[in-house]
């Protein structure tokens, strides 16, 4: 239980474990409140977290920046399921570098949100749409029998949605001049 907890704040995560946390990935702007576009954005947010590993090998593959990168909560935000004391142990047994905690070389929360900016997320996030719009053809020409049992097509698909709401957000975040995070929720 403490290795898949730990992992919900970790940059290198499984699709089984964020199904089994429930966790939701969902993007945060600097100066609005935390769950607005949570909230305020259609979709539940849960294709992207249960397709992440994946995501991250196409981004490492198409070499640009995996979205994980883009994910940062602080302690408060954690969706870690411990009492402060467990938390307060993570820290002890953990090291702080730069304003982030890690622990056994997976980052645990920051101190203060760390914020990136819309374009470098937009470069991640467009690539792997088009990626994954190339992936079409290949979805269409199945037959509908055939898309009903494909889980893989169905999970890719849930991800292009979410990741053309996420391009959205970074268009409001890039015409506001607002840097953005991608925080965590389970």
């Not at 792997?128 to 020409?141: F, K």
């Not at 097509?153 to 991608?182: H, M, P």
């Amino acid at each position: 239980m403490f290795q898949l907890a730990l992992m919900g704040c970790s940059r290198s995560i499984c699709k089984q474990q964020y199904q089994i946390m429930g966790v939701q990935l969902f993007p945060v702007l600097e100066g609005y409140e935390r769950d607005y576009f949570f909230i305020h954005r259609s979709g539940d947010w849960k294709s992207v977290a249960s397709m992440l590993e994946e995501l991250d090998g196409i981004a490492e593959q198409i070499e640009i920046e995996p979205i994980s990168e883009f994910i940062n909560c602080t302690r408060s935000e954690s969706p870690l399921p411990f009492d402060d004391e467990e938390l307060e142990e993570f820290e002890q047994l953990g090291e702080l570098i730069d304003g982030v905690w890690y622990y056994e070389g997976r980052e645990l929360w920051s101190i203060e949100p760390q914020w990136s900016l819309p374009e470098q997320g937009l470069k991640t996030v467009r690539a792997l749409i088009h990626h994954l719009r190339s992936l079409l053809p290949e979805w269409d020409l199945l037959s509908s029998d055939d898309r009903e049992l494909d889980e893989d097509t169905e999970d890719y698909q849930g991800a292009l949605s979410e990741l053309e709401e996420l391009e959205s957000v970074l268009i409001k975040a890039q015409n506001e001049g607002k840097r953005f995070r991608i925080c965590l929720s389970g």
